[in-house]
């Protein structure tokens, strides 16, 4: 399980409390000295089943000084994807992915439910 994260976020830290609590392995991952490139995100994206607007760290300070509110919705997928691919600050935190799901954010009961079940 590959666990992206960026270590100063308070939720990516309780996701990793939750993570060790449980006794499960993961490849820890900087998202910012190793942020995601197009081709991960098009693979997350598609595996995940979810809008791609939920890839976006709405709630950050990049986001909203680039706009990005107004922006998106006159953006093409493709230009999407491109743009999260420049900046791991743009995405959305922490993300879990293991070869048969992909989760965006840590809520703890969605979290319960995937990866104990």
Not at 28 to 55: A, M, N, T
Not at 80 to 102: C, E, F, S, W, Y
Request: charged fraction near 30%; glycine fraction near 4%; proline fraction near 4%.
């Amino acid at each position: 399980m590959l666990f992206i994260q960026y270590p100063k976020c308070s939720t990516c830290q309780k996701a990793r409390k939750w993570l060790d609590a449980h006794q499960i392995e993961y490849t820890d991952r900087h998202i910012v000295e190793d942020h995601p490139v197009y081709s991960e995100l098009k693979q997350w994206y598609e595996k995940s089943g979810l809008p791609l607007k939920r890839f976006f760290n709405t709630s950050g300070i990049l986001y909203k000084e680039m706009q990005l509110k107004d922006k998106l919705p006159s953006m093409s997928e493709d230009e999407q994807l491109n743009l999260l691919a420049t900046n791991g600050m743009l995405v959305k935190r922490p993300i879990v992915v293991d070869d048969h799901m992909v989760l965006v954010g840590f809520k703890e009961a969605e979290w319960t439910e995937k990866i104990l079940a």
